[in-house]
């Protein structure tokens, strides 16, 4: 359903619609209960799901190749192995070196990326694990918790020279109808850290001002107009960390604990007003630590709350606006894959998670994540029109094509308090560009 976008008699505009539907259920915790779970049920899950996968995928990759598990190789024989990736990394942070005597005079100072040349692969299924070696599978771009398919023999000294190497791969998209349509915008913003010393209220006043139709003359309210809704991806509020000490507030430190979600409740009303808004918790909000994080609840906002245009949502984020699939996060999976892999730039870690059809393969390793007992809720079924990530340092996009025809539109979401930069996306065409508030953008 749209509205027209010409000017009524009275001189209205009216503001575009959208089709939503939301896809967040397979990320909602509602029934599952923790009763002392291990993780090793949701890397037992995942490699079910994949292996299968990966198993229809070979007869169009080495259909004349033996398939065996890790127990069952046989020194010198050719044949392909299916598992999970687990990487032995030298300077991978430990809980139990943090205490050991031997570390107290070291430095506590970490590096940014914890790579080192000595980090080597390992492929493990249900019936045993084997070190992996060779110029195919480079420790520097795989990280922990990826399943892949292996071809290669084992060597004399009881390693697995891998001789080709198999993902999962870009999955299936829903085909976009092809159509003139018209232009309809979606904002996406991060990083807002309202309370923050970065926090600046007038830049973000000002993007309120523009999304809401009160900026600008007569043609820029038109384009304004064409705003179908606002995405929020994460760390909306500073919260300062001292206070939370376990220890009763007083009535000065519960309004300085209180008064960041306040004012981000001022401002999410006034988009609410006029157009649909979605709000995603981040690593900074009052929302669970682990991933899924879930919406944060509805009673931090009691003003914007009470309009049908906000929706609290989880982390990530799925959902689909008229014919086109969307799929986000706050940016936890793409900052944890830099710390424990190389990339080009930030949209290539995008890239590999599509491919590898899994959001957040370091979690639960290195990155927080609910036990599940049956599923692994991060698995990408089907392949998303957009796929954005929040909380970078700079605005970064990219159009990327899949082996079935697949198209993509990859987009890094800035922190708004450090560049006053929101994102537009045409819905029509996936064409995107960068809307710079307050400071130069280059």
Request: proline share 6%.
């Amino acid at each position: 359903m749209e509205t027209e976008d010409s000017s009524s008699e009275n001189g209205l505009l009216h503001r575009k619609q959208a089709l939503y539907s939301s896809l967040d259920s397979c990320f909602e915790i509602q029934k599952e209960m923790y009763r002392g779970q291990q993780y090793s049920q949701i890397y037992f899950a995942r490699l079910h799901l994949m292996r299968t996968l990966l198993y229809s995928l070979l007869p169009n990759w080495k259909p004349h190749i033996h398939v065996c598990t890790v127990i069952g190789l046989e020194e010198g024989k050719e044949c392909i192995i299916v598992g999970t990736l687990y990487k032995h990394m030298k300077l991978k942070p430990s809980i139990l070196e943090e205490y050991s005597k031997e570390r107290s005079a070291t430095p506590l100072v970490r590096p940014h990326n914890f790579m080192h040349p000595d980090d080597h692969l390992i492929l493990e299924d249900e019936s045993g694990r084997i070190k992996v070696c060779g110029d195919v599978l480079l420790p520097s771009v795989y990280v922990t918790g990826v399943v892949v398919a292996l071809h290669g023999k084992e060597t004399g000294t009881g390693d697995f020279w891998v001789e080709d190497v198999m993902e999962a791969g870009i999955p299936h998209q829903i085909e976009r109808p092809i159509k003139s349509g018209e232009d309809k915008y979606v904002i996406f913003v991060s990083g807002l850290d309202i309370g923050s010393s970065t926090s600046n209220p007038l830049k973000f006043q000002l993007l309120v001002d523009h999304i809401t139709g009160h900026l600008g003359d007569k043609k820029e309210q038109s384009i304004a107009a064409k705003i179908v809704r606002v995405i929020i991806a994460g760390n909306s509020v500073e919260i300062p960390r001292g206070l939370l000490n376990g220890q009763n507030l007083g009535s000065k430190d519960q309004f300085t604990l209180s008064e960041p979600i306040k004012e981000l409740d001022i401002q999410l009303t006034q988009i609410a007003a006029g157009i649909p808004v979605d709000i995603m918790p981040g690593p900074n909000d009052p929302a669970n630590f682990s991933l899924p994080q879930q919406p944060l609840h509805r009673c931090l906002f009691p003003s914007s709350s009470a309009y049908n245009t906000f929706r609290s949502c989880p982390n990530p984020h799925l959902f689909q606006l008229d014919d086109v699939s969307l799929l986000g996060t706050s940016g936890q999976n793409i900052d944890d894959l830099e710390k424990y892999s190389d990339a080009n730039d930030k949209l290539e870690f995008l890239e590999r998670t599509l491919r590898w059809r899994h959001v957040a393969p370091t979690a639960p390793n290195t990155l927080g994540c609910y036990p599940f007992t049956d599923r692994d809720p991060f698995f990408v079924e089907t392949c998303p029109h957009v796929y954005f990530v929040g909380n970078q340092e700079k605005y970064e996009t990219r159009l990327i094509k899949g082996a079935e025809g697949q198209i993509v539109r990859l987009i890094c979401i800035p922190r708004f308090s450090e560049t006053g930069v929101a994102v537009v996306l045409n819905l029509r065409n996936l064409e995107c560009h960068a809307l710079s508030f307050g400071t130069e953008f280059g």
